[in-house]
């Protein structure tokens, strides 16, 4: 990498040069504070005596299509990964940079999947659990809390503390959902490279106007929610045609 070439003294080019490195210093050191903020419930937690504290939140509730994903999260207690945050803050550039730093510098993480078919048949938020609870169980070691995003999950036995916008509250949880987001939107676009008139990269999945038009005009796919869309066909809102198209399973898509 060439080295960045400095303007000479006394310029205005170096005037103007200086004015920017210190721009930069101040929102390196705010983005700092801000980090540190956010792990104040992960340190408060570690002085109590908890070692392994994980991270948990979801990704695709709302969607129409795919998989419902969660992540779950274990970072060390120095970590020093910035920029973390709620992924829906994030552009889709940064949560991708954050989920190789993550997945690089976390103790453990994880994803889990529930599928749409489990979707349907045990609701979406039955499926939230199930996602999570393999997210935890593929940890690789049992954690001594969950710090999850408004949520209680069943059957677990460790300790929870459920946390209502704890992707903005924890440093943990924001990690847990960027793993989630990322992972779920890879597996909408490897679907949008097999039928790509449905535009899954572009919608991930989402209600738009124009993945209902596509509905309409090519068919329901075994990856639609059938019980998202059961009302719009009952009401004659969406016409019930299906698209035999064959889809593998989400797991089968996660080949990166």
């Not at 990964?81 to 709620?86: E, M, Q, T």
């Not at 209502?164 to 990690?175: C, E, F, L, T, V």
């Not at 004659?236 to 045609?241: A, I």
């Amino acid at each position: 990498m060439a080295e960045k070439k400095i303007p000479r003294e006394g310029t205005k080019a170096y005037e103007a040069y200086m004015k920017r490195e210190e721009k930069k210093r101040k929102a390196l050191q705010e983005e700092k504070e801000r980090m540190y903020h956010l792990f104040e419930m992960e340190r408060t937690y570690t002085k109590e005596g908890y070692q392994l504290i994980c991270g948990v939140d979801e990704a695709g509730r709302g969607p129409l299509a795919g998989p419902v994903v969660a992540g779950a999260v274990i970072l060390p207690v120095d970590c020093d990964i910035l920029y973390i945050n709620d992924s829906k803050k994030l552009s889709k550039k940064k949560r991708e940079e954050l989920y190789d730093t993550i997945r690089e510098k976390a103790l453990y993480c994880s994803v889990g999947l529930a599928s749409v078919s489990e979707i349907d048949q045990v609701n979406i938020l039955q499926a939230d659990y199930l996602a999570m609870q393999r997210a935890i169980a593929k940890l690789g070691v049992e954690p001594d809390l969950l710090l999850n995003d408004a949520v209680t999950i069943p059957k677990e036995d460790m300790q929870q503390i459920s946390i209502i916008k704890g992707d903005a509250k924890s440093a943990s949880i924001a990690a847990a959902s960027i793993l989630a987001k990322v992972t779920r939107d890879k597996i909408m676009e490897e679907y949008d490279r097999l039928v790509p008139e449905y535009g899954l990269a572009k919608h991930a999945g989402y209600g738009t106007k124009a993945h209902y038009e596509a509905i309409e005009q090519y068919g329901i796919l075994s990856i639609h929610r059938m019980t998202f869309l059961e009302k719009r066909i009952r009401e004659g809102r969406l016409v019930e045609k299906y698209n035999e198209v064959w889809l593998p399973p989400a797991q089968e898509l996660m080949n990166w």
